[in-house]
Each structure stands twice: as C-alpha cells, then as structure tokens.
Nanobody, 123 residues
Framework: QVRLVESGGGLVQAGGSLRLSCAVS????????IAWFQQFPGKDREFVAA????????HYDQTLKGRIAISRDNVLDTVYLQMNSLKPEDTAVYFC????????????????WGQGTQVTVSS
C-alpha cells in the first residue's frame, strides 16, 4: 500500500509560481514512479510530469515543459511540482499518482492516487 497526500495548491495571480507537494508513504516507496496530473472541470486527467524514484528519470508533458519542474526530497519522501509563469488556463485540480510501472504511471493508470489539490490562477 502507498498513500499519497498532495498539498500546496491555492490562489495565485497570473505570472506567479506555486510548488505542489506529494507526500508519499508506505512500503518500498523508492520502487515507484510518481506522476502529476491536472484535471480541468468536466475533463479527464491529463499528464503533467513524472519521476521514477529508483533512478531519477523524469518525464514532462511537452506543452508544459519549460514552466514546470519535478523534483524529490529523499529524506521527506516527497515529490514536488514547481510551476512557474502560471496562466489562468493552468487552473485545475492537480493529483499525484504512484505505480511500480513507469509507463502505467505516465499513462494515468497509477495504482494509487492522492485526493488532489486545487490550483486557481487569476488573470
């Protein structure tokens, strides 16, 4: 079992930055790939970024790359999503997910999900 808890969302003005956190707990955390997704109202979740904890390999959505960065704190077992130059269209609920299979995690089929954190960007 793996438990994921997101935090760090909130209201920010366009052009601002936020750092989202995904606290990961459970057995063999280091075996997992952690992925971030965004979900717009009435839409399916969309991939943002992923980090495989065992080897540090990162994946990014190409349209967001350049404004986002995924990183980890090994001591705290936390994965971060830094988002810069935020736009109103970034407004969404952001989820983190975990899976032992990196491809599954990136594809949105993660075995474990957090509850999500709301990001609202005002114009």
């Amino acid at each position: 079992q793996v438990r994921l808890v997101e935090s760090g969302g909130g209201l920010v003005q366009a052009g601002g930055s936020l750092r989202l956190s995904c606290a990961v707990s459970g057995r063999t955390v280091s075996d997992y790939t952690i992925a971030w997704f965004q979900q717009f109202p009435g839409k399916d979740r969309e991939f943002v970024a992923a980090l495989t904890l065992s080897d540090g390999v990162k994946h990014y959505d190409q349209t967001l790359k350049g404004r986002i960065a995924i990183s980890r704190d090994n001591v705290l077992d936390t994965v971060y999503l830094q988002m810069n130059s935020l736009k109103p269209e970034d407004t969404a609920v952001y989820f983190c997910a975990a899976d032992l299979d990196p491809n599954m995690a990136v594809a949105g089929g993660g075995a474990y999900w957090g509850q999500g954190t709301q990001v609202t960007v005002s114009s």
